[in-house]
T-cell receptor, first 119, second 112 residues
Framework: GAVVSQHPSWVICKSGTSVKIECRSLDFQATTMFWYRQFPKQSLMLMATSNEGSKATYEQGVEKDKFLINHASLTLSTLTVTSAHPEDSSFYIC???????????????FGPGTRLTVL | DQQVKQNSPSLSVQEGRISILNCDYTNSMFDYFLWYKKYPAEGPTFLISISSIKDKNEDGRFTVFLNKSAKHLSLHIVPSQPGDSAVYFCAARASGTYKYIFGTGTRLKVLA
């Protein structure tokens, strides 16, 4: 099956610092990756769609200068939380779309998530 | 505006019985629906899906039913097992997009 990894799995940082989270598709190429965040006991909220070689598409209400996304290769997308504040503390999950999955149902494969805690 | 809703935040079922998880949606442009299982501090894992052209899809112990007129889908797990205890999310995808909209989740607890 398709495997997606995230690194780090958890991170604690001081307020005002920047944190980079990596999302990798290990055994398939992903032209599109998605970034979600989940607050405790809430749904997964789509933040942005990351397209390889082009600018990410952000959902309404998500600050693109706050959450920098780079999708430089077909197997790696990064999310950088800039000048992090305590309210950015959350569980960040990426998913990758298998470009072979044209029209098939299970197109997105999810990473294990990254727990970010900003002090 | 929550386009995908799971109105039951939690559900407890006895081992061996049927678990029924419900999901409602509002957007008529959704044409594909999925169910994911999620453990704390882990990413969701895919369970089963259904296209809007069907009303039922079955895979082992898992069956998903879709009622388009009511904009409602449900996931049936039978027989339920303690290992099924997790949070279940339904997700929907609009025609022509790859974006998933997730519901709020239902925490299932299967009692041994």
């Amino acid at each position: 099956g398709a495997v997606v990894s995230q690194h780090p799995s958890w991170v604690i940082c001081k307020s005002g610092t920047s944190v980079k989270i990596e999302c990798r598709s290990l055994d398939f190429q992903a032209t599109t990756m998605f970034w979600y965040r989940q607050f405790p006991k809430q749904s997964l909220m789509l933040m942005a769609t990351s397209n390889e070689g082009s600018k990410a598409t952000y959902e309404q209400g998500v600050e693109k200068d706050k959450f920098l996304i780079n999708h430089a290769s077909l197997t790696l997308s990064t999310l950088t939380v800039t000048s992090a504040h305590p309210e950015d503390s959350s569980f960040y999950i990426c998913s990758a779309r298998d470009h072979r999955g044209q029209g098939t149902y299970n197109e997105q494969f999810f990473g294990p998530g990254t727990r970010l805690t900003v002090l | 505006d929550q386009q995908v809703k799971q109105n039951s935040p939690s559900l407890s079922v006895q081992e061996g019985r049927i678990s029924i998880l419900n999901c409602d949606y509002t957007n008529s442009m959704f044409d594909y629906f999925l169910w994911y299982k999620k453990y704390p501090a882990e990413g969701p894992t895919f369970l089963i899906s259904i296209s809007s052209i069907k009303d039922k899809n079955e895979d082992g112990r898992f069956t998903v039913f879709l009622n388009k007129s009511a904009k409602h889908l449900s996931l049936h797990i039978v027989p339920s097992q303690p290992g099924d205890s997790a949070v279940y999310f339904c997700a929907a995808r609009a025609s022509g997009t790859y974006k998933y909209i997730f519901g709020t989740g239902t925490r299932l607890k299967v009692l041994a």
